[in-house]
């Protein structure tokens, strides 16, 4: 009984232990105070672990990405989540469609804000989406290694258009019945199965209840799993690309003979063990991480608060604009009068305007021949020079050709939006 | 023993293993790729409707006694026009052979809203983007006197039903 007894384990202690406990089985690292802890910290979280554990500081100049990728994934983010509530109160007919938007507006509790949100995300997502492309383009981004990962990013593009197009059809009043006739008769120019596409996107021969329902499953099952699978590996092939494209002077100049020194043991000095022998495998055989210089700083916090700052920054956007300004309702569909002009959603009216001097050269040979072009243009332009420069000279017929597409398109765009009037005549907005 | 080894591991580019085993490979990828290919044909037999649960394409519209000389009444919800001249009958399509938007009656024709496509008082195109002329409609005397339009047979310009 003289003996001091190790405090022993009571059920009291136990239970003042147990948030301490739960927390520490959740995370199993302290927030980082050394270096040690934030590569872990980067390993060890499922969200994080994505991120590489040090990031090149090119990657981080906001005027080099203007971080467009992320703006794009976290729009996507609220527009699942805002999708997924309107969700409980949509009905995908006729009948019943328009009437519940008038329910969202009058006595859905944040109805009107939670549309205004999915509504302004989805046009932001594809001006982001469209500018993140201008982006990668116009700074050679898309050369070797990284041609596949852009075909995929084109991909995407497509995707977000097309999930646009799908949900424009929803609220069934004028304006989306009339810009999905439009549409679907543009998909039924294509050469020998434009047709059948047609037939099978509104599931007879006219839009109605049959369309209605295809673009609704559409809009909120298939076109979002395949959009998310892209996501995916989009993400996973930057990693596997080398992280974001960077000028060839960003990695300060290290000799042969200083990399093989970085990796051959020093006498009998026992090396540490290497916490990062994994990240060095991925490129090469040399373990050379943290023994050579180079320009990268640790993900956490760096990498991780300007992320956290993107989406603060793009949900605080898409929450006023929502504050201040109502997704437009037009009348509800009335099948014998189109409304006059008839006009697409806005990022549609360029092609809306091709196609009102030639259907198919409008609505299918031209996009499709733009479509194809950005698709092939990391195997048709082949120059090494360039990578990781916005404008830069070695890239320049590249740039001017795109450039050139680009504007004609943005022309094309206010000339429909602004200077159409009635029976698609030309007037002029003053 | 070894070199019975090397001949089955598919080394020797002339033994008859490795063609065999090359076949096999083939045929394996063959038949797991067809079938994928032949799954994916299913799904789309199996979206594209077989019954469709719109409009009717054939129907009747009433008597011609309903559409005196000189009418050309547009029945908006069947996308047709009954044109009667004198003992002629046609029905037009009023879908725009453009993108699908509903023609409306101009003073020399018909006009769409949509792109700015006209049409003469036949259906011919006469300014736009309209790529043919309206469609005209098999019409037809049911039994019952009653005027019966088939959407699915399209006939020449023109042609009239004689009553």
Partial sequence: ?430 | MAVNLKRSSGEDSDGGKTSRRKMLGWLTGAGLFGSAGLSAVSNFVFIKPRATYGQPQRFSVGKPEDFPSGTRAILAPRGICIVREGSKLAAISITCTHLGCTVGAADTGFACPCHGSRFDQDGNVTGGPAPRPLPWFQITLAPNGEIEVDKDIEIAPGSYLTL
Wanted: include cysteine.
């Fill in chain 1, 1 to 430: 009984m003289s003996r001091p007894t190790p405090p022993k384990a009571t059920f009291l202690t136990t239970l003042m232990d147990l948030p301490k406990n739960v927390w520490s089985s959740i995370f199993r690292n302290p927030l980082p105070s050394n270096d040690l802890e934030r590569s872990a910290t980067s390993f060890t979280n499922f969200f994080l672990h994505i991120h590489p554990v040090k990031v090149h500081k090119n990657s981080l100049r906001p005027t080099y990405t203007f971080g467009l990728g992320l703006i794009s994934f976290f729009l996507f983010l609220i527009l699942t989540v805002s999708g997924i509530l309107l969700m409980f109160y949509y009905v995908p007919s006729t009948q019943q469609a328009y009437d519940r938007m008038l329910d969202l507006r009058g006595s859905v509790a944040f109805g009107t804000l939670l549309r205004n949100m999915h509504r302004w995300s989805a046009h932001g997502m594809v001006a982001i989406v469209f500018l993140h492309l201008c982006r990668v383009f116009l700074t050679g981004s898309y050369k070797k290694p990284r041609e596949f990962n852009w075909v995929v990013g084109v991909i995407l593009f497509l995707l977000t258009l097309f999930m646009s197009f799908t949900g424009y059809l929803l609220p069934w009043d004028q304006l989306a019945f009339w810009a999905i006739t439009v549409g679907t008769a543009i998909a039924g120019y294509a050469p020998i199965i434009g047709k059948d596409i047609q037939f099978l996107l509104m599931g007879g021969t006219s839009v109605g209840q049959e369309a209605l329902l295809r673009f609704y499953v559409l809009h909120v099952a298939v076109l979002p799993a395949i959009l998310t699978l892209m996501i995916a590996i989009h993400f996973w092939r930057i990693r596997k690309d080398g992280g974001l494209s960077r000028p060839e002077d960003a990695d300060p100049k290290v000799s042969l003979e200083a990399m093989e020194n970085a990796v051959t043991p020093k006498g009998s000095v026992p090396e540490p063990k290497k916490l990062y022998g994994f990240q060095g495998l991925v490129r090469g055989p040399l373990t050379k991480v943290g023994q050579i210089p180079d320009n990268t700083v640790f993900s956490w916090p760096n990498l991780f608060l300007a992320e956290l700052f993107t989406f603060v920054v793009t949900l605080s956007a898409i929450l006023v604009l929502s504050l201040l300004f109502n997704a437009p309702l037009e009348e509800p569909v009335n099948a014998l009068h189109p409304p006059n002009p008839a006009k697409a959603p806005w990022y549609f009216l360029g092609l809306q305007e091709m196609v009102s001097y030639s259907a198919f050269w409008g609505g299918i040979g031209v996009p499709g021949i733009f479509v194809l072009l950005l698709l092939g243009t990391p195997y048709l332009d082949r120059g090494p020079k360039g990578v990781g420069k916005w404008f830069s000279r070695d890239r320049l017929l590249a740039n001017t050709i795109f450039i050139t597409f680009v504007v004609a398109n943005i022309i094309f765009v206010i000339i429909g939006t602004f200077f159409r009037g009635a029976n698609w005549a030309f007037v002029t907005p003053w």
